[in-house]
C-alpha cells in the first residue's frame, strides 16, 4: 500500500502565494514521478505540473512562470509554489504519483482564492 499525504491549502487574495506538499509513504521501490492535479466545480481534472525522478518538469500553460514544481526524491516529497494566485486557481489539489505503471492520488487539498 502507498499512502499520499497533501497539506498546504486554503484561503488566500488574489496576488497571493501559497505552498503545497505532499508526502508519499508505504510500500514504494521507485518512483517515477510525483506532481499536482486540480479540479474545480464543474470542470475536469486537469495537470498542474510535473517533476519527473530524473528532475524534468512540465507545466500547465496556465501556471507557467507562476507556480514552481519541486522535491526530494529521497524523501518521496513534492512541493508546489504558487505565486502571483488568480481566482481561477482555485480548486481542489491533487497530488499524483506515479510508480511506474501504478499511479496513487492523495484526498486533496482546497486552494481558494478570493478577495
Known amino acids: 500500500q502507498v499512502q499520499v499525504v497533501e497539506s498546504g491549502g486554503g484561503l488566500v487574495q488574489p496576488g497571493g502565494s501559497l505552498r503545497l506538499s505532499c508526502a508519499a509513504s508505504?510500500?514504494?521501490?521507485?518512483?517515477?514521478?510525483m506532481g499536482w492535479y486540480r479540479q474545480a466545480p464543474g470542470k475536469q481534472r486537469e495537470l498542474v505540473a510535473i517533476l519527473t525522478s530524473g528532475g524534468s518538469t512540465n507545466y500547465a500553460d496556465s501556471v507557467k512562470g507562476r507556480f514552481t514544481i519541486s522535491g526530494d526524491n529521497a524523501e518521496n516529497t513534492v512541493f508546489l509554489q504558487m505565486n502571483s494566485l488568480k481566482s481561477e486557481d482555485t480548486a481542489v489539489y491533487y497530488c499524483?504519483?506515479?510508480?511506474?505503471?501504478?499511479?496513487?492520488w492523495g484526498q486533496g487539498t482546497q486552494v481558494t482564492v478570493s478577495s
Open positions: 508505504g510500500s514504494i521501490i521507485s518512483i517515477y514521478a
Open positions: 499524483y504519483v506515479d510508480l511506474r505503471g501504478l499511479s496513487y
